[in-house]
């Protein structure tokens, strides 16, 4: 399906599901677009535990966190990122601008001149490459649990090119 997709320049996100289940692994998930299918992708949320610890995202554009509060997935608070999660935060959220300016010159001129690149700078450098088959944005959740669904949904909208734009 990938290679198809790839084939015919079908602008994508990756949607890591399962976060939930037993052996839940988001880094290697993302370890294997690159491997496996060459893909320049990176996250642009990080999951607060895994299996039947999954209780949180990051969104790594607006730096958030988005905590769960009931199995279903239908109580979500807004919170400070944890200080145990800051680091490893900031530093995925390096990785994904110096993915995303890869593929713009502006935005790559601005994170060599170590500039502050805004959340709306970043979230239309995202979708211009995601648009333009460059860069995979990968989020996670579980959808049995409906726990990323909505912020899934919300990348769609926000990355993904309406139908007005497809050539």
Same mark, same amino acid.
């Given at each position: ?16 599901? #399962? ?20 893909a320049n992708a990176a996250p642009i949320q990080l999951p607060i535990g895994a299996e039947d ?10 730096? #958030? ?44 001129? #601005? ?20 648009t333009n088959v460059e860069f995979y944005p990968v989020l996670c959740g579980t959808a049995f ?21 497809? #050539?």
């Open positions: 399906v990938w290679r198809q997709a790839t084939t015919y320049g079908v602008p994508r996100i990756v949607f890591v599901n #399962k976060m939930d289940k037993l052996g839940a692994n988001f880094e290697y998930s993302v370890s294997t677009l690159h491997d496996r299918l060459q610890e999954f209780e949180a995202i990051i969104d790594l554009v607006e730096m #958030k966190c988005f905590k769960y509060t009931n199995d279903l997935g239908t109580e979500i608070e807004e919170i400070e990122i944890p200080e145990d999660h800051l680091d490893r935060a900031e530093e995925a959220r390096a990785s994904l601008i110096e993915a995303v300016a890869e593929t713009s010159d502006e935005l790559m001129e #601005k994170y060599l001149g170590d500039e502050e690149i805004s959340v709306s700078e970043l979230k239309e450098a995202i979708r211009q490459a995601t649990k409906n726990k990323g669904v909505q912020l899934m949904l919300d990348a769609v909208i926000d990355y993904l090119p309406s139908p007005l734009d497809v #050539k």
